[in-house]
């Protein structure tokens, strides 16, 4: 029969484009969040994270931005590359819990 | 510096044999997290060891699945016997705890994708 999987969202730009990835968190008690971007063969690699006392948080053509007050967070990626192509996941913590918690995912496509 | 290692990349055996999956973690990191990635349910946590101690394995799905620490720099994820609906990635993961209220991101190896047949 046919399988069901995750329907993954997916956010597909052209190259040199920016591209904003969303993630809505549920547990108002999660002071720490992270983005991973996992290639296809992969695991899930760190990009950047952001703690609770914090807005935005920025690193090389990448940004976090952090809403507490409707629980939401972005990953901006400038200049978007072909080689940006991924699944991209937003993670959360709660302070003095060592597991994190997953989003279900984004698949950014970047065509030339 | 070396990540994660796991091994083996890939694993394809049949079902009711015995299938070990090996970890290094990261140097220095006191905590070690196995997870399950499949199409259907996503990233899954299955058991978590800090200091080489099991903490949570509430995510383990049945007796079949074990997992032991032995040392700071070694973890197996053992399934035995196995069935077709264990096939699935399968990656560990490593952190530094950085103190209790020091939030830390977790490391990822790169898999092993199991297929049982």
């Known amino acids: 029969g046919e399988s069901v999987g995750l329907h993954l969202p997916t956010l597909s730009v052209q190259e040199g484009d920016n591209s904003i990835i969303n993630c809505a968190y549920s547990?108002?008690?999660?002071?720490?969040f992270i983005w991973y971007k996992q290639e296809s063969g992969k695991g899930p690699q760190f990009i950047i994270d952001i703690r609770s006392n914090m807005d935005k948080r920025q690193g090389q053509r990448v940004t976090v931005l952090l809403n507490k007050t409707v629980k939401h967070l972005s990953l901006q990626i400038a200049a978007t590359q072909p080689g940006d192509s991924a699944v991209y996941f937003c993670?959360?913590?709660?302070?003095?819990?060592?597991?994190?918690?997953f989003g279900k995912g984004t698949m950014l496509l970047v065509s030339p | 510096d070396a990540g994660v290692i796991q091994s083996p990349r890939h694993e394809v055996t049949e079902m009711g044999q015995e299938v070990t999956l090996r970890c290094k973690p990261i140097s220095g990191h006191d905590y070690l997290f196995w997870y399950r990635q499949t199409m259907m349910r996503g990233l899954e946590l299955l058991i978590y060891?800090?200091?080489?101690?099991?903490?949570?394995d509430s995510g383990m799905p049945e007796d079949r699945f074990s997992a032991k620490m032995p040392n700071a720099s070694f973890s197996t994820l053992k399934i035995q016997p196995s069935e077709p609906r264990d096939s699935a990635v399968y990656f560990c993961?490593?952190?530094?705890?950085?103190?209790?209220?020091?939030?830390?991101?977790?490391?990822f190896g790169d898999g092993t994708r199991l297929s049982i047949l």
């Open positions: 993961a490593s952190s530094f705890s950085g103190g209790l209220y020091s939030n830390q991101p977790q490391h």
């Open positions: 060891f800090n200091n080489n101690v099991p903490i949570d």
């Open positions: 993670a959360e913590n709660v302070r003095g819990y060592s597991t994190l918690t």
């Open positions: 547990n108002s008690a999660s002071d720490y």
